[in-house]
């Protein structure tokens, strides 16, 4: 029963199948021959539960997913000034792999294009480290925001260098900028082992979790970067992360994001959610086309957008007990303050997804504030799947939070204006 | 008492006050002549409470913090598509005054550079306005922005038109490419025209404000622009608003934001507070240098910041009643929800700013569910200010979820675990 | 009999005829109505003579091909300073109507491009002209170059102005910079004016000559301008004139020369002629289709690069005298100095396209130092034609600076030491 | 007696001695460390007479000015189209360490830039040839045109290479592009020993007269490339050699050029001399200062100008026989055709740099068609030094072709109609 988010994703799963458009990248064999059907979408909650659909399993390259970690982790081991110093935080409006870097310094202009992420692979942990060690360094940042051990895939990696002259051209020139002030190739071998890390769609959900919950990866509790960093990483992955195509993104889908040439797409709601999906078919920008309708059909469906006023998951619910005994037993969770798509699914975990004895369960609104409108679907479905289930459900809101409490096809409630009004005579919608 | 925020705004202005780099707009007479050492700013909550400091109350021209309302009246008025149509929402990393049109289409890279806000201009109230009533449209909607009747300056507007040789030759250009489908220079005339709007910074504020309120004027309650178009119109600004500097203020401020040649700078918070800062003096991106410093410290001390995850304003103060009576009477302050910035103030309203017969006041955090750091301080610095005035303050905290509730410097408070520790024997910090 | 320029004319007209491609200039109805089968080539020699095949008395608008001209009068009634300041020489490597300003001073790049050309035209005559003044000014130094009073196409000039959008955009934006000091719609009025000036092909063959002849109209005699003008005029044509494909033509054709909209192609070669010729089909950099084919006919056929070394045609023809009388007579033809292209054409307009009674006729290349390629087969041919008409012909060849004078097809001639030898035994070629 | 060019190339060298602006390049300290005050200049003409004044024979590297000569080789070893496919012919309007590729097919702009330069090298030789074989494939055709053995400079090669990060970054970029297509850092490396040839100012002037010179060494009389290769390169050489000041140099010195940052260069006016000159000071073009200096008086002095109508060196001196004997022995020089500077030159050899036993010297012009002004100047010093020499001197003029026939200081002339009057009584200038 733990399945109305799941039951969501296969849906909009299914809804984006049938669009076979668009190639895998093509520079290299091994990413020419990845199944272009493969398709999944995972969530998972700043409290470490995830959901998926799909192929969320399969490992594939990370690619440029690793750019927003990296820079990440290069903020957090060396600071922001010498970072800034180095790479700056503008919109290119370029493609990935144009060069882009300011005239009079040499500076690249963001770290999500390949001029600045090879500088930020240089900047990755302490300073004086040799190319292995940063490489070590790296694959450790990444696997930390992941919550397990990453590997390199190496066949990746080879057949990438082989193919690398374009961000060889990019990292000599930044050499001659001394941005770079190492073996320009040495630099580029790292980036490229950094581009070659296997990770499933799970794990991509799973780092974007991390960077949506503070910077503290929500399996492990492990803060993996400072605050500041992530604020830093959000910011610009909303204004750069989907390259030249930055301001459709932000407007219509609004989601810090970052894609790879493997098919991976990432989004972090700060305070909610990380999402991931992969789909290994690109468009001409060089993104998954399943992971952009994707992430369009997340952000319309559920109203996830940083320029939206959501309300948070924290402590959505506030306690989950037991009243009285015996038959007159009841449930009641008590939800409180604003409750949006992210505090709806965590009443779902503790609703649905649990098996409860007790027949009669009170949804307890009184500390509710407000409740957005994919929340209030969620929490119909809740009551509508309690009741297939067998049990009677009581909608505790005082204050009429909760418009038009119709749970529909089966599903039946009574609401109350308080669990007193659980026992006694009641409306039912 | 109603000062603790505007003792904030006046020590921030005094901490800005001694920089005068920069210079005023010099291309035309009237701004040139402008008081370099004006300086003013506000706040504007989402419930419509003001708060200013300085020269709150100067009118000025609006100029360019113009487009992004003009935007919202385009989009309001036309729809998404016809202006989506005409006018991008890439950033486009240039000065303001570049013409940055795509190269195929002639379609201006954003709404916030020149070109593309005389385009929106265009787009301004039902097609089929003569240049005449489409410019009251605007005038009407900015004063629907700002729930107040506004004016043009006529001096302004015809000094700026005998100096418009780029904006005509701009005018002109989209004309060439049928994004204009009228004549170039009466449009260049009424966009003119809406850049001469006067306001005061305590209306550019409720502007903000309305923006930061879903599109509802607080003090009016009108819905100005539908909430999608706000979510358009924020997104736009913040990655097109503050020019080539886009990314280090997306970075380091992460508030969508607009500055206008005059000196004006305006902030919409989502849900919390709509800012407006004045000061004359323009760095060379064409942004008030005062403004922007009053920005970076209003990120800074009051962590607003999109990608940080705020406790919104809703609904944060839940009751304001009164227990008992007589000597006994204890006022009670009921709260509610994740309090930050917004939530703090709107408690400052109504425990320090009105004058409560009462002796006895509680702050009750039963409801409370999360606190950010800066509302601590705020909320400890109400209790302190309480205490001064002779009151006994209570925090009804049975969480603790207030951490080291010590007001300090005169204040006191008794931390108590409901509000029948009122009367008893309490701890006290 | 006037006719191995003309034939050599017809013939590479009929080479380049079925080529279909390209379409008129479409932007205004009166270019689009164009007869796009319309098709002429006409040289004009430095000392007047004019040869022409197909339709060179066609008229249509000079278009861009006024803007060398106009260019030439500016730097003659201001001098080069005042120009200069205003208008660079550097080829922008672009399209016509690029905008194609110096990013610092606002500068355009060169006097080819429509910036540059509406610049120049507020630049034409004495400073203190009124708009029709200019406009007059122009008309005449135009006339002055072609050596006969032209006039304009009032409805191609109005239907110009009615979509002068973009040119009227440059113009504004060239206010702004103050290069065009006076009412930038008033100057782009007196430049569409300019670009209406009706002219034929023999009228551009002369107008290209009068440049080939240091400024000096061949016809009238007139110095149009002065030399350093011409030599200035000519360099930027080779650099700039045929926009963005300036390096190919400069390569391939050698020619410094100048394209028009309405389907008019002119090159000048220093010292020796003026060409021009006319097919309204343009290809995608707004040239001429056919009339870039002729051109590259032209280069290749007749040597006719500036990089070669050619021989000038100043006076090839030394003397044309007549020795002896009665049957004995024998008419002189006497060389000197290199030959090549235009010198043999100065031979053929003695030598075959006047009738002479005397049945003897030497060509004397006895002072003839040199010789090229196209002038020994137009000299055979010359030889080749005398014979068909009953004449007897000699050459006096005794360094045999003329390689295998054989003339073929009916041609027949006797090769001798010294005139002397054209009485006595001679070898025949 | 051999000495007026030589002093004329003396006094220009001194008048822009004193101009000290610039500095040597300093991006490896072999340049860095050349001595400032370095100053030569050297024309070799079309015959292999060379004239030089200052230090000429100073070897330094030849740099940039490889580029038009390892063009010319590719272009003759590989055909055009191969080497067309890779490098275009346009003008960049850029630096020369631009990369400038094509957007679409990544080839460079044209030869002269540094991405088409190496590009170039890659094409030297037939296909096939290993790194090692093509640098000698190139200075063994760069010794070709200067007409000695040429070696490279290793220590300066060396420096290079390990600053050679930018050319790196081309090269890599060019191999991303299939424009090379063999290992980008063996081609840089090529390149930079190409470039780090040793030539003197001497050996350039004789490379740049082979230019003029149709292809053939003047000394050895060597075929270096085919004729049509000339053609090509001059051109480029015309539209591309300044750079970023192509235009201006165009105009103002019209003459096909390449420079160097060791602080050569030089300078091809087809059919008449071959120009070098070497000064280490470099302005922010990376041209030598004092050598655009020499350059622009070299044009103005001697119309040496390209868009001008230059007469031809061409056997300018027909005859140079004695007629009579004895006393009355007179010494005949019979110029011919059109006499400029080239021309001139000639006539100085055989005139003044050879010491006559005749006391009567006869120059005559006869069969001279036109005379410019500084042949005419050039004249009128042989005479006045012949006078001074102690000889009679008659010019036979019977067209009175030269003007004002007036040697001055010292000089004596006695104009007659025909050498018959070197005998007879006549007017005296």
Known sequence: MRSIIPDYLTEVLDAVRPDASGEPAGYIPELAAADPERLGAAFAMVDGEVYGAGDVDTEFTIQSISKPFAYALALADRGFA???????????GEAFNEISLESDTGRPRNPMINAGAITVHSLAGPAGLNATERVERVVDGLSAFAGRRLRTDDAVYASEMAHAHRNLAIAHMLRS????????????????RQC???????????????LANRGVNPLSGEQVVPEPVVRQVLSVMFSCGMYDAAGDWGT???????????????????????????????DNHG?????????????????????????????????????????EALRVLELQGGIGFAGAERVIREAVDTSYPETRIALDLTRVHSIDDVARRMLLEIVRRLTLDGHEVYLVDPESIMPDPDPGDGGRVTVVDSLDGASGPACSG
Chains 1, 2, 3, 4 share one sequence.
Do not use: C, W
């Open 287 to 327: 993104n998954s086309v399943r992971g952009v309708s994707l992430f369009e059909r997340f952000s319309s469906d559920m109203g996830l957008h940083v320029m939206e006023v959501p309300a948070t998951a924290r402590a959505a619910l506030r306690t989950n007990h037991v009243v009285g005994s015996g038959p």
């Open 252 to 282: 219509q889908v609004g989601i810090p994001a970052k894609s790879g040439v493997a098919g991976g797409l990432i989004g972090a709601l700060p305070g909610h959610v990380g999402m991931a999906t992969f789909s290994p078919r690109l």
């Open 196 to 210: 070659s890390v296997l990770v499933s769609t799970r794990d991509l959900a799973m780092m974007a979790a991390t």
């Open 177 to 192: 900028h001394d941005i770079l002030v190492e073996d320009a190739r040495a630099v580029v071998d790292g980036y490229t």
């Open 82 to 92: 010498p970072v800034l110093a180095k790479v700056g935080v503008e919109p290119s």
